[in-house]
């Protein structure tokens, strides 16, 4: 028997490498394995679960390990597209996290039995990873690792970090194509928020809206390395298949859309969205139908109150939804612009009811008694008849449907809001503090005027 040291100290990687981070590395390293040798008919790999022994066992036929996998560095999956492995660490590490932990750990390399354990050694004076072999008296014909005290639950886990292994996994349905070879997007839902890396799981984003499988170069405890190309590489795999696969794909990418505009995919990593013409249109023809013709995309729900008075119903949307329907939608202030070019027949005094003159002229003496505002007041009919009043900037104007003078409070909120306007405000939270200010100065001049016998 000889013991093998490694220089792997019994703490390395304690606080980020578990059990399924080990086991990962085993069927990683098996996986790879077959793709080394497939062109010369060797390392079939195999992986197989006993329930009663609860024993995982992780195979590649035909193919032996030297011992030099032991020392870190020496991946022979460096520069492969078609393999997991880069650093050369996922043997060794993994059987340190394993022995460890004090799992039931066998190998048979070829006519050998390795075994590893935890062990002082003389040289350093420290515990490290080694690795006990022995001669086997018959070649098992390849190389096995044999993991016992693996419960169903764990080798179910453990295959769903695969996704040639999750038996979930049904690429007809769960992809979306990309053009970039070796990338997947994984719509089916139970892959949302779950990040792969040429097949193998990697981490959680719950702010993502569906499953990715990239092809990224990973640090050594098998994170992605930038945030910043993980970004750029989901706006761009999803803005190809939007483009790519748009029937199977538009639908998808709409509801997450309208269902998830805060999440970070809405505002950050697909911001290419906004130049595929295609799709842009294809999202603002959907808006309409969505919410009719009257709908016009707002930022806020200032905003939507300033669509009322346009005779448009504001839907608030984030900031990537309105650069995506905005050209087939509209905007607020194009509508605005219209609808002061919009009057097509001016009211004079002897057109107006009694009751309609009573109505104006008591809103703007209310008004009167809480400041000069030096506008004019115009009554028109507009072409739209959902308009109900709109300030002129450069007339120093105020045009007020005749349809508001039938309700004495429906005249005095618009005339509030277009002088609010007049004073200089824009939709803004500024703009409605102003309207709220002015009503409140009316309201304590109404009550001043109620006999004290009637309150």
């Avoid at 729900?301 to 509209?330: C, D, H, N, Q």
């Amino acid at each position: 028997m000889a013991v093998i040291e490694t220089s792997l100290h019994r703490k390395y990687q304690e606080d980020t490498w578990g059990l399924q981070e080990a086991l990962r590395e085993v069927i990683s390293n098996g996986i790879d394995g077959e793709a080394r040798n497939r062109f010369e008919g060797r390392g079939e790999f195999a992986l197989e679960y006993k329930p009663r022994s609860k024993v995982l066992v992780v195979k590649n036929r035909g193919i032996t390990v030297p011992a030099k996998a032991l020392l870190l560095g020496t991946s022979e999956s460096r520069g492969r597209d078609d393999t997991i492995g880069t650093f050369g660490e996922g043997l060794p590490m993994a059987l340190l996290v394993m022995a460890r932990l004090g799992m039931d750990v066998t190998i048979f390399n070829g006519d050998e039995k390795w075994t590893p354990i935890i062990h002082q050694s003389e040289q350093y004076g420290e515990p490290v990873l080694a690795v006990k072999t022995r001669q086997l008296l018959k070649n098992r014909g390849g190389f096995e690792v044999h993991v016992g005290g693996i419960s169903k639950d764990e080798y179910t886990e453990i295959r769903r970090r695969f996704l040639s292994l999750d038996p979930d996994y049904d690429a007809a349905s769960a992809v979306a194509p990309t053009s970039w070879d070796n990338t997947r997007i994984l719509i089916q839902p139970q892959y949302k928020g779950r990040l792969y890396n040429k097949g193998v799981f990697v981490r959680s984003r719950p702010d993502l809206w569906f499953g990715y499988d990239l092809a990224m170069d990973l640090n050594r405890d098998r994170q992605l390395m930038d945030e910043h190309e993980l970004k750029a590489k989901v706006s761009d795999m999803l803005s190809d298949a939007v483009k790519n696969s748009p029937d199977q794909f538009r639908p998808l990418v709409e509801q997450a859309l309208y269902e998830e505009q805060d999440s970070m995919e809405a505002n950050d990593a697909y911001s290419y969205l906004t130049y595929n013409d295609d799709f842009v249109q294809y999202m603002g023809d959907q808006f309409v139908l969505r919410y009719g013709e009257d709908a016009v995309p707002v930022y806020n729900m200032e905003e939507a109150r300033e669509a009322e008075f346009v005779g448009k119903r504001g839907i608030v949307v984030s900031t990537l939804m309105m650069k995506l329907v905005y050209r087939v939608a509209g905007t607020l202030a194009t509508f605005k612009k219209r609808s002061g070019e919009a009057t097509r027949k001016v009211i004079q005094r002897s057109d107006m009811s009694e009751s309609e003159w009573s109505n104006i002229e008591r809103a703007l003496a209310l008004i009167k008694s809480v400041g000069d505002f030096g506008l004019n007041i115009r009554i028109v009919e507009f072409n739209n008849e959902n308009l109900r009043g709109t300030y002129r900037e450069g007339d120093s104007r105020i045009d007020l449907s005749r349809k508001v003078l039938s309700n004495f409070n429906d005249t005095l909120k618009v005339l509030v809001h277009e002088i609010c306007h007049a004073q200089g405000g824009d939709g803004s939270h500024d703009h409605g503090e102003a309207q709220l200010d002015l009503m409140i100065k009316i309201i304590a001049v109404q009550a001043q005027m109620i006999p004290e016998a009637a309150a």
